[in-house]
Antibody, heavy 116, light 107 residues
Framework: EVQLQQSGAELVKPGASVKLSCKTS????????MSWLKQMPGQNIEWIGN????????GYNQKFKGKATLTVDKSSSTAYMDLSSLTSEDSAVYFC?????????WGQGVMVTVSS | DIQMTQSLASLSASLEEIVTITCQAS??????LAWYQQKPGKSPQLLIH???SLADGIPSRFSGSRSGTQYSLKISRLQVEDTGIYYC?????????FGGGTKLELK
């Protein structure tokens, strides 16, 4: 069974950084891309970027370049996203989602709250 | 960026009714379109991919169609568990973009 397990909710101060994780199981991690997505409360879903599990190759939405950095650890089948210089506009739920053409499996989402 | 427009922000329908949700792409995206259902506090679930293909485990009352750059999701007989927000997604080009969502409620 394919599973994507995301790390827990984060409360971070403005200007700080946070690293989110997405631990996978049930499939060959290195054969798929992993995408990260953002959903602000009551709002649309935005695609942040993706990373290939095999070689760590990345693609970013221009809007999130400089904000998000995607990495992988093949040994633990885990994808990571670093978010830097956080502001209130970064408060949102962040999802990881496996790409098999489309986003077929999703993590449960993690709430990031930026507040002093 | 390709804009995906779901003109109806919300929709109310009765049990067993036929429901159609539409999504308009700002340019040709071929069949690179998917539909998702999202329930409160949950992650989106893939319903339809490649514009017309039913995802694994999704009931056959869901179907997708395409006419040019307009895409439709049809629920043939609305059930209680079909309430939620429905999003379209294009993956023809980066950045992948979603429609604004259509909230489906029971009348």
């Amino acid at each position: 069974e394919v599973q994507l397990q995301q790390s827990g909710a984060e409360l971070v101060k403005p200007g700080a950084s946070v690293k989110l994780s997405c631990k996978t199981s049930g499939y060959t991690f290195s054969n798929y891309y992993m995408s990260w997505l953002k959903q602000m409360p009551g709002q649309n879903i935005e695609w942040i970027g993706n990373i290939y599990g095999g070689n760590g190759g990345t693609g970013y939405n221009q809007k999130f370049k400089g904000k998000a950095t995607l990495t992988v650890d093949k040994s633990s089948s885990t994808a990571y996203m670093d978010l830097s210089s956080l502001t209130s506009e970064d408060s949102a739920v962040y999802f990881c989602a496996r790409e098999a053409g489309f986003f077929d499996y999703w993590g449960q989402g993690v709430m990031v709250t930026v507040s002093s | 960026d390709i804009q995906m427009t779901q003109s109806l922000a919300s929709l109310s329908a009765s049990l067993e009714e036929i429901v159609t949700i539409t999504c308009q792409a700002s340019q040709d995206i071929g069949n690179w379109l998917a539909w998702y259902q999202q329930k409160p506090g949950k992650s989106p679930q893939l319903l339809i991919h490649s514009a017309t293909s039913l995802a694994d485990g999704i009931p056959s009352r869901f179907s997708g169609s395409r006419s040019g750059t307009q895409y439709s999701l049809k629920i043939s007989r609305l059930q209680v568990e079909d309430t939620g927000i429905y999003y379209c997604l294009q993956r023809y080009s980066n950045p992948r973009t979603f429609g604004g969502g259509t909230k489906l409620e029971l009348k």
